[in-house]
């Protein structure tokens, strides 16, 4: 099956071109979240709107309230909405009924405890991410360039598509595809510095993505 991929924490127009440019299926924006990539959502709605018809626009939020995903969805328009924080299930089946949006919920990952909690939301995400825990004491969710234990995956399986994230560089794109996922993150990973996208990194993660 083709791998799809995500390319997140843009900041920059001529990086979104860049990212659809080597075919990226989804672009992440960060709305209003404690990031180095941090965008307004007047930001990112200018710097996503080129991608509308191209790729799935992913607005990433941690523990957004009702008042600020609707702003999102009204002044962005996202395809997708990415729940990076400590979202409840319930409150994942109230957004997605008064958006009408599919949801992307983050669960960070150490050990199998962690995976466990996949199944807590199968039933009201529509795909989940896996992403590495963050160090100790760090307010930032994601970003961080860690990537977790992708041993634990062995056997794994869900309900729904699940994206494999934390970490994922160039040079070990092919590690992150033997674990059987086909879906992928990136982000730190294809970066000259955080919010600054290398568009040499990117064509060749999607290089070796595809290779």
């Known amino acids: 099956m083709k791998a799809h991929i995500k390319i997140c924490g843009l900041t920059r127009p001529r990086d979104v071109e860049a990212a659809l440019l080597y075919g990226a299926d989804m672009l992440g924006f960060i709305v209003e979240a404690k990031s180095s990539r941090k965008l307004s959502v007047g930001a990112a709605a200018q710097i996503s709107r080129p991608a509308r018809g191209c790729a799935s626009r992913v607005a990433v939020t941690v523990n957004a309230d009702e008042q600020l ?5 009204s002044v962005m328009r996202p395809s997708i909405l990415q729940m990076h924080g400590d979202e409840s299930p319930q409150w994942l089946s ?3 009924t008064f958006t009408g949006l599919p949801i992307i919920k983050a669960i960070a990952v150490r050990d199998h405890k962690d995976l466990e909690r996949v199944k807590t939301f199968e039933n009201c995400a529509d795909y989940i991410l896996l992403d590495a825990k963050p160090p100790k004491d760090e307010a930032r ?3 961080h360039g860690l990537a977790f234990d992708w041993d634990l995956l062995k056997g794994f399986s869900a309900k729904v598509p699940v994206i494999l994230a934390g ?5 070990n794109i092919g ?5 059987g996922l086909i879906f992928f993150d990136v982000s730190s990973g294809v970066e000259a510095t955080p919010g600054i996208k290398d568009h040499s990194r990117i064509q060749a993660f999607m290089k070796a993505l595809h290779d």
Do not use: D, H, S, Y
């Open 94 to 96: 109230e957004v997605k």
């Open 69 to 73: 995903l609707r702003q999102i969805c």
């Open 167 to 171: 970490g994922l560089t160039p040079n």
């Open 175 to 179: 590690a992150a595809k033997a674990t």
């Open 141 to 143: 969710r994601g970003g």
